[in-house]
């Protein structure tokens, strides 16, 4: 079914620049990217492809390899994985720091993060909880031996720092996600270890997928400003 589709639409968009082709583009990411990242690229696309329908939807992490391998994303753009399937191809669109966060009038005795051997009255707050930069995280504070409180878990980045801003946890956010909140100070950052430490965004899309006009012009705008 999905060939045939693909070659309606090439058939209807033969002939035709950016300006004038028609047809779809589905993209799965994760919300902090969605909500941070992605608004200059979704203003450059409409600009330069106005008539395709742009279909954009937020996945946990986890999800948006599958949504590339069924078809029901032609991109995925995601945190960096420790392992892909064959199947999809992976390219790095940029780096960036994740920060360990809490509420700005946390006791400054509470907060050290460098000692080990340590029990922390914090829970820890997340909404995705197998990104890889809280993987690395809670490889961190194991092989510290700080111990928390029993996780949170949350269905967006907003909830995620509203709870922190709150006193109720403590919370690794990638830094593009916290930028005006550091800046105003509803969140404090704590130090560790791992501050310094880079980590991946990347887009991916199948193997055998048919790059259609749309498609290369999201790929383009996505290495330009996502």
């Excluded at 409409?46 to 939807?57: G, M």
């Excluded at 930069?133 to 490889?139: A, G």
């Excluded at 100070?185 to 791992?194: D, F, M, N, Q, Y």
Aim: hydrophobic share 40%.
């Amino acid at each position: 079914v999905n060939r045939i589709l693909q070659s309606a639409e090439q058939i209807n968009n033969y002939g035709k620049n950016l300006s004038e082709i028609e047809g779809t583009l589905k993209i799965a990411l994760p919300d902090s990217i969605l909500i941070y990242a992605m608004q200059p690229f979704i203003q450059a696309y409409f600009h330069e492809a106005p008539n395709i329908q742009l279909v954009i939807n937020s996945l946990p992490s986890g999800e948006i390899n599958q949504a590339v391998m069924d078809g029901t994303a032609d991109i995925g753009i995601n945190c960096e994985k420790k392992h892909y399937p064959e199947t999809i191809i992976h390219k790095s669109l940029g780096t960036y720091k994740a920060i360990l966060i809490t509420a700005p009038f946390t006791d400054d005795n509470l907060l050290d993060f460098i000692t080990p051997h340590q029990r922390k009255p914090f829970s820890l707050i997340c909404n995705e909880p197998d990104a890889y930069y809280q993987l690395e995280f809670n490889k961190y504070i194991s092989e510290k031996d700080i111990i928390l409180n029993t996780d949170m878990k949350v269905q967006s980045i907003e909830a995620v720092k509203k709870c922190v801003m709150n006193n109720l946890g403590i919370a690794v956010v990638p830094s593009y996600s916290i930028e005006e909140e550091l800046k105003i100070g509803s969140l404090r950052p704590v130090k560790t270890e791992i501050d310094n430490k880079f980590y991946n965004s990347i887009y991916l899309y199948h193997k055998n997928k048919w790059i259609s006009p749309q498609m290369e012009l999201a790929l383009k705008l996505l290495k330009k400003y996502v």
